[in-house]
């Protein structure tokens, strides 16, 4: 099993920066990839960024060159630097760890809000 837990959410205006944090715990060697998705209102959860175990990252074309994500395996932690944040990212941003075996877990969620 691993446990997941985000923070670092909160309400900021547009153009200004939040940084999101989610602490493992549990089976961590088991963790192939850590990931950040969202979801707003109505519509589907939606990848954010991934960061393999060995340092290999993704990100979705909406926030390329203005979120960071990166991997703190001493601490094994995951953030997400998000920088010129938008109303459109406006989510619950959601903490997922992708096992070797394939296995799925998910964190809570903590909420960002972007003000216009």
């Known amino acids: 099993q691993v446990q997941l837990v985000e923070s670092g959410g909160g309400l900021v205006q547009a153009g200004e920066s939040l940084r999101l944090s989610c602490a493992a715990s549990?089976?961590?060697?088991?963790?192939?990839?850590l990931g950040w998705y969202r979801q707003a209102p109505g519509k589907q959860r939606e990848l954010v960024a991934t960061?393999?175990?060995?340092?290999?990252?993704n990100y979705a074309d909406s926030v390329k060159g203005r979120f960071t994500i990166s991997r703190d395996n001493a601490k094994n932690t995951v953030y997400l630097q998000m920088n010129s944040l938008k109303p459109e990212d406006t989510a619950v941003y959601y903490c997922?760890?992708?096992?070797?075996?394939?296995?799925?877990?998910w964190g809570q969620g903590t909420q960002v809000t972007v003000s216009s």
């Open positions: 997922r760890a992708r096992t070797y075996a394939s296995e799925t877990y």
């Open positions: 549990g089976s961590i060697f088991r963790i192939r990839t």
């Open positions: 960061i393999t175990s060995t340092g290999s990252t």
